[in-house]
């Protein structure tokens, strides 16, 4: 499938708040009740529409535990988009997401667009996080804000594709370098071609694929 | 400074010292010297030495070049000097070849490497500094790091992954050594990254992140794809590395559309001689990446949705022109057929194209009979037979369209003489005098049967041709003959391998059909056959048939539908225990599965053997066995009795099978019919809106009709009030609308005409009263109509007075005519009255048959009230139809039909309201060519009347003018002034 930009994203966040969920949901629209743990990173692609344009993202599922934490960080330098999870019925995971941020802010590109996601929503029963807390952190620290339920699919498409409406709307505005792939950003075949003058590498990336 | 050289050259002035004691000099001087130029030289000393005293430089001098690299950082040379050294020490590649010296110390110093390697690494930091160093874009620093940080993965592999997986950007950085436009360190960067992704699947991932597809399909298209030299070979084994066993990446390379960009690769030319080895490595290469993605290990559904994709851009039907083409390597070849095998495998859409594609043979041949000539033909490579039996088993793996097809080519039915066919060629090859071919035949036609009891019980009509005279004997029974024969049988290479093959075809062919078995089993010699084999106490070669034997006997007994009376479960369970005995059946059958050569076969689908004498078992065949050794142990040790009783079961489950079977197909026709009905529906409910809609328009006509009729009633006399109604009925009746709009618009025409009449009137009374005071001033200022003396008397004026006052009665019958004309034809214009005395009104003298035309108006006015009453009927019996009309609106279209022909009706009483209209028009000509006349008289009477009306007019259209000639003078002075 031919597409006009293809973002990369990883998902990060304690273990068991629902990242790996949140991703089954999107890509394949099914649930999976039974906490299958990560092991360091899985890949998972799908393709949506912003603004008239095909956009693939490509998303990378981290693994929360603390052990695979150094693994995770080799990816936040090559990612235009992240999704910090916590759970509403979990406060502890709420309480981490401070050194999560550090983490990503620290090892990011400047640019990198974070969603907080409050995940588990369905459960309402044993909210442990107030919507409004979660409101008020993603305020504090300019985050875009979203509770969702990868069970109920409540908002997660929505929570993929506002954050990349978010990114595109960055690059109309001109704040991403969208030339240099270690963003996180790649141009589609059909633009690169327009393009190829400026990003003059090489020329590699004329060559070859169709799609 | 002067004092250390002297103390340097007196030592070296000296009696020559052992190597031990000059490396440990030179790492005093690297360690103590305060002078970087003296370092450097002690460092490259040490360099030199590294190779001949490898053993003393690592052990003494590694904790201090360590420290140059940590202090020295500034300097490249010294920097460089110390890498190499670092190198020299740990790798093992001698890389002068003419050290003769050195060959006893050889399996030492392999352990030498690792060792130095595990001292070096046992600092983590030290490695966290060599990624440092390669940040160093310095040729000199760059170079020897990416050497020595290759030779250190080389040696302790998993360590220096850890650890370079902790560190923070490790693996990112040494990403960036691809994009180096030096091709040294790009190809060496290459090896780098072999070594760091080879095993751990966690930096396979990172690398794969970093965009490490994207570079790699781009250098090897660079560098001229299978054209190119060593830098795509090392690209191509990178890209192994990240993708084998990892789905992660592999689904990656998927989603990133890379599986496109390997079409390219196989696209070689007619010309196929003279290939180099680097082309013929590249290829191979190629060709086992793209089995990396379809391999049948994978998860099935990942590899299924690249075996799509391979076909959508191409790459499949690619892969096949190479299996066609001329003059490709041997070797290449075979690995073409394995890949292409594996692209097709299980996939319908692939199998489908792959059982379509031609030898550019003439005629042309279908590939899969090409392929299959060379599987049983003895002077083709046994690899290259293996690989077309393996085509053929994953062209049949779940493709029941394609074995109904190979076995078809064996039917009476279907067979054509003309060609030689995929049947033909596979019984030749079962009856051969080849070993290999009989095996390989047997196992590719028990493929054509796996899991497809249909074509099972199709092969079951095979007739063979003996030999001239004889009758045909059946394919069953040529496959049990040559059996019988034991190893009596003449072939070339292992009878064991023909037996084994034919008993493997036969277990396939009997188990779950069991018309098949009594097929078997109405043989005569087959049973005694059978139990000779598997209860004579033969040598370990027989032991293999004997336990094939053992299943095929479990099999009769266990798909044994109990249908010849000689040969029931029964009655061959008590033959078992009497010939055979239990025990020892069970442990002959149990000799399959503890063959050596089962495990392996078991182990992956693809045939691959060392060598012919190992070609025994077949994968999927290992798969049966594993189904069928249970059960069968189970069926010979059951009761009569719960055999009984799992009959009876197995027949209520049958039942009940058949009753849900039954449900099904009645849900499934259900289904179809909901389906069906779903659209009907559908269809009825669009139509119904149409109808829907038209009765709504209809009714509110009927609603106008009606209102227009109520209202005609209650006002008679009040022509504005109908009129205006009549108007918004127009609004409403959008049909009439166009015609309503005109008439309305002629109305207002006549009206204004009318106003003006009036007006004139009011003139003319007003004239009529002047004159009438004026008289007694003015006698004879007009002249008198009929001869009457224009002056004249009193008497004269009073009749003149009289005359006026006639005529200004007249007047107003007359206006009072024309308003009751005007109502009549409205109400004509609405109710559709038929004007009948419409002429002998307009001949009638107006001013005398003015009252009776009111009466004859009124008249009129009941018989239009009647037509509407009849109308108003006809209106009910429309708005019963209409509600029927919508009863009906869901299955009736003749209601359509009846609608139209009310809308028809109402059109034909559109036109007659038309006509009548048109009448009345004449009418109301009539009435002007009276009021003309009348006006002549009055003109008569009094000309200044007329005049000053017409001067009027024409007064006030100058004043338009003039004003508008005014303002735009005005504007042009303004200009001028501003000018
Ligand atoms: N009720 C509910 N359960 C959820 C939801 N999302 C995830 N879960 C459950 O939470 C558990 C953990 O989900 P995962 O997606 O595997 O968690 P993770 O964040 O990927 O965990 P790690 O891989 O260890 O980092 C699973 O048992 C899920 O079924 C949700 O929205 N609602
Ligand atoms: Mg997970």
Redesign the interface.
Known sequence: ?AYAYLF?YIIIGDTGVGKSCLLLQFTDKRFQPVHDLTI??????RMITIDGKQI?L?I?DTAGQESFR??T???Y??AAGALLVYDITRRDTFNHLTTWLEDARQ?SNSNMVIMLIGNKSDLESRREVKKEEGEAFAREHGLIFMETSAKTASNVEEAFINTAKEIYEKIQEGVFDINN?ANGIKIGPQHAATNASLSGN?G??T????? | MYLLRGVMGAQSAGPQPSGAETVQKLCDRVASSTLLDDRRDAVRALKSLSRKYRLEVGSQAMEHLVNVLQTDRSDVEIIGYALDTLHNIMSNEMDEPDDSEEENSQSQTDDLGSQFTEIFIKQQENITLLLSYLEEFDFQVRWPGVKLVTTLLKQQGPAVQQIILVSPMGVSRLMDLLADSREVIRNDGLLLLQQLTKGNAAIQKIVAFENAFERLLDIITDEGNSDGGIVVEDCLILLQYLLKNNNSNQNFFKEGSYIQRMKPWFEVGDDNTGWSAQKVTNLHLMLQLVRVLVSPMNPPGATSSCQKSMFQCGLLQQLCTILMATGVPADILTETINTVSEVIRGCQINQDYFASVNAPSNPPRPAIVVLLMSMVNERQPFVLRCAVLYCFQCFLYRNQKGQGEIVATLLPSTIDANAVSAGQLLCGGLFSVDSLSNWCAAVALAHALQGNATQKEQLLRVQLATSIGNPPVSLLQQCTNILSQGDKINRRGSKIQTRVGLLMLLCTWLSNCPIAVTHFLHNPSNVPFLTAQISENLGEEEQLVQGLCALLLGICIYNNDNSLENYTKEKLKQLIEKRIGKENFTEKLSFIPKHELYSKAAQKPQPNFSSPDHMMFDHEFTKLVKELEVVIIKAIYKSTEEDKKEEEVKKTLEHHDNIVTHYKNVIREQDLQIEELKQQVMALNSQNEQFQVTVTQQLSQIQQHKDQYNLLKIKQGKDNQLHSSHVEGAQINGIQSEEMIRLREEIEELRKEQDILQGQLAEKDGLIANLKSAQPEVRTERSPPEGVPADGSSENAMELYKELEALRSQIQAQSLEINGLQTERQELLHKIETVTAASALASGDSTAVAASKVAELEERLVASLKETNSLKDEVKTLSEEKSALKQQVDSSNSTAAISQNENKKLEQMLADSKKEQDDLLILLADQDQKLTALKNKLKELGEPVEDEDDLESGDQGDDDVESGDQGDEDDEKEELEED
């Open positions: 499938m990369k360091g990173v899985e890949f998972g692609a693939k490509q990378w150094s693994i960080r080799s990816y330098r090559g090892h792939e090489q590699g990336h060559s070859g694929g169709c799609c």
